[in-house]
């Protein structure tokens, strides 16, 4: 997905949270968005805005001298949702369920002053709402026949979802060979290869690192390492904006889009209304 | 006023908005924000938001190619703020209270569906505030000695509650020569000369062009004939923060700055609470 009119106005809003969490010295926030400023003179009409906001971001780490502004915030989302998702796995949701549950992960924003219980409320009452685009039969059918699945991961707290989406995965086709991507190092909010170590994921999966701090998958910064498994993937799952922003561009029909549309331009570029929760092949 | 973190942020938004209003067509939006990023990578610590935000802003009506995109917002707003003011006016407010209501002025977004029974009840409840910083004494005592005024206008629909301000003006000094300055052309939805021909401002104050678009009054900038008056003038009166933040830098005691603290820059500059009402000599 290129960039859209409200991508620059949204990116530098990002960038005035991340020196407002990175620093509490105005000087270095004033300086942080001033670096902001002149990174992104270099937005063009091909830009991909999760790969210029991520070399935005990155930029304004180095500013403000502070490599993971998100830290406690991922901790406190981690924390929140393995209690969460722990409460709710004892419920026993089907596969279908999990996948709606994994998207639903995607929405919740646990690290503003949420309890628990409300988190749950907010779960049940999205997982009563239709999928907007529901191609999770032919997502399960693929699956059947296929030796691997990569599943991208987007979010920490969300990472929970998806654990408990993927162990359905496995339950549901035991012969599978499922691989977890991450990011190489912290860039906002997103999961690293070290959380979805510390979530266990290796217990039912291989972790594997994107290569890169960029959000997404942007296939010309990845290691070689997460070349090869993206190449020989059977059934990618792709979670989130970013990962569809990188990927939406390749139209590879190997790949499932599991995202809420939570913006105007994601909702544009897919065909719909803002707000709507998808299971979209590429 | 030199920027702050959060003008960075502010202005991409503004510049959001001014697509939005400026032009239906996707497009010339996205070219729009992409020179707008472009401009922006000019900011450093020296740069007043109100000059570099104005340069960002011609560059975007250039290459959207709507040269007032607030035009029918400033009418919707000089309509209202007309009636409104001509109403409050039937109740004679005193000098001090026309001042109140020229600070009040500034604060009123005339043309969000704002009824002018409604934009009257509010004028009511701000008139009942305090000014956090109240130098209006000292204003009143200088302009009783003082041989020239030169009013710096702000914002349309503002400026009928400014007529106001200066008819009580010349009614209480009536040897005063009053000057009131707006901008050469289009700028957000800041006075142009033209509203205040149309204002009639020309009945008791002489009507000067600041000589530029910019917003506030840049003196590097501003036209010889303007800056003359400027330098003559024994009181200068600057409405709202554009005004303030191309002045403050200058230290000059014969300014008194009219405004509203709307943001968390200028509420830090002026070491008020935000959204304080100031009456303030420089």
Redesign the interface.
């Known amino acids: 997905m290129k960039?859209?009119?409200?991508?620059?106005?949204c990116?530098?809003?990002q960038?005035?949270k991340i020196?407002e969490i990175g620093t509490n010295d105005?000087e270095l926030?004033?300086?942080?968005?001033?670096e902001?400023?002149?990174l992104?003179?270099g937005?063009?009409?091909d830009s991909i805005p999760a790969v210029f906001g991520s070399e935005v971001f990155l930029g304004v780490y180095r500013v403000i001298g502070n490599d993971d502004p998100f830290k406690e915030y991922k901790e406190l989302s981690n924390r929140l949702a393995e209690k969460v998702v722990s409460d709710i796995e004892k419920e026993g949701p089907n596969l279908k369920t999990a996948l709606k549950l994994a998207i639903i992960g995607n929405v919740i924003d646990f690290a503003v002053g949420y309890s628990p219980e409300r988190i749950e409320e907010d779960v049940k009452a999205m997982l009563s709402e239709e999928l907007y685009v529901d191609h999770s039969d032919e997502l399960f059918e693929r699956l059947g026949k296929a030796k691997t699945l990569l599943y991208l991961a987007d979010n920490c707290g969300e990472i929970y979802f998806d654990r408990l989406f993927i162990k359905k995965l496995k339950e549901a086709f035991p012969y599978l060979k499922i691989y977890v991507a991450a990011k190489d190092g912290p860039i906002i909010n997103d999961a690293t290869v070290e959380d979805l170590r510390k979530a266990c994921f290796g217990e039912f999966a291989g972790i594997i690192s994107t290569g890169t701090r960029i959000v997404g998958v942007p296939l010309d910064r990845v290691s070689d390492e997460f070349r090869e498994v993206f190449e020989k993937a059977d059934v990618i799952i792709a979670k989130g904006q970013g990962n569809f922003e990188t990927l939406s561009e390749v139209k590879d029909n190997r790949v499932f889009y599991l995202l809420k549309a939570k913006c105007r331009p994601i909702a544009r570029e897919l065909g719909v209304p803002q707000g709507s929760m998808v299971c979209l092949k590429g």
């Open positions: 960039v859209h009119y409200e991508c620059f106005a990116a530098a809003n960038c005035q020196v105005l926030r004033r300086r942080g968005v001033i902001a400023a002149k992104m003179a937005i063009n009409g």
